[in-house]
């Protein structure tokens, strides 16, 4: 591709490829045994737009830091993008692998770090979120990595999104402080909080009613723990109802309860 005048990107267009204004391309290599990478790892196309992001400080003639705007003709920063270089040595480093868009917001996932230059230790990120004026980190607890899984380094390999969910995927074992391997959701708005009370041998539970289709599970140990999904708790949406829906179970001994979002 390189001989066709295009740089990690192209445009197949008319049985041929199309170049889009220079491409995207990075520094030479100024470190022994440090070698920047230059690609584009992911495409995400929004309307009129394509995102891309990878391992690169330019795109075209704009500096663009590992994620970038094009809009079929010129190509856009995004601030000042994420910083860092992507790197291979004793391992590699990818700054964006995956990019999604929930809420009209801009996500992007990866390995990066606050420094711009090409020796670093220490992962800063790999999750941030696009305002349309600055990127910020998404979790702002933090990350830890299952070393004895066979994945040292904490990576975001992949993001998908729906109407009001993030689901992240890649190398770790916990986010923002709670458990969840290789596997998060993140979900715009306030988490659901279960309430649970007592009423004449009942008991009552309830939670924000834009969760009405989450299912509630039970449990009588947490040693280990045996989750089972406690039928007809899951409530229609009903004009002219309160914030919350709630459901009475008749409990049968001592058991656990939790909120499960599908």
């Not at 690609?39 to 690169?56: C, E, I």
């Not at 990576?155 to 998060?184: E, I, K, Q, R």
Request: contains cysteine; negative net charge; proline residues 7%.
């Amino acid at each position: 591709m390189g001989r066709r005048g295009v740089a990690c990107i192209a445009l197949w267009q008319a049985g041929q490829w199309r170049d889009l204004a220079g491409g995207v391309t990075g520094p030479r290599p100024s470190i022994p045994n440090e070698y920047p990478i230059v690609d584009v790892r992911a495409l995400l196309p929004s309307g009129s737009d394509l995102y891309v992001g990878g391992s690169f400080t330019n795109a075209g003639g704009v500096a663009g830091m590992n994620v970038a705007r094009w809009d079929g003709t010129n190509w856009h920063a995004l601030g000042e993008g994420i910083p860092t270089l992507g790197v291979c040595d004793n391992g590699c480093t990818y700054p964006v692998t995956s990019l999604a868009i929930l809420g009209g917001q801009l996500f992007a996932g990866g390995g990066f770090t606050t420094s711009s230059g090409l020796s670093y230790t220490k992962t800063e990120g790999l999750l941030a979120c696009w305002n349309g004026l600055s990127w910020s980190n998404v979790a702002a607890g933090p990350w830890a990595v299952d070393s004895n899984g066979g994945f040292p380094t904490l990576h975001v390999w992949a993001l998908a999104s729906t109407s009001d969910s993030l689901y992240v995927g890649g190398n770790f074992s916990s986010v923002d402080g709670l458990p969840s391997y290789g596997l998060a959701i993140w979900h715009e708005g306030s988490p659901p909080v279960l309430h649970l009370s007592p009423a004449k041998g009942h008991i009552i539970l309830s939670w924000p009613r834009e969760f009405q289709l989450a299912r509630i599970e039970s449990t009588t140990s947490l040693t280990p723990p045996l989750w089972r999904t406690v039928s007809s708790v899951d409530w229609p949406v009903e004009e002219g109802a309160t914030n919350d829906v709630r459901v009475e179970i008749v409990p049968s001994g001592q058991r656990f309860y939790r909120l499960r979002w599908r």
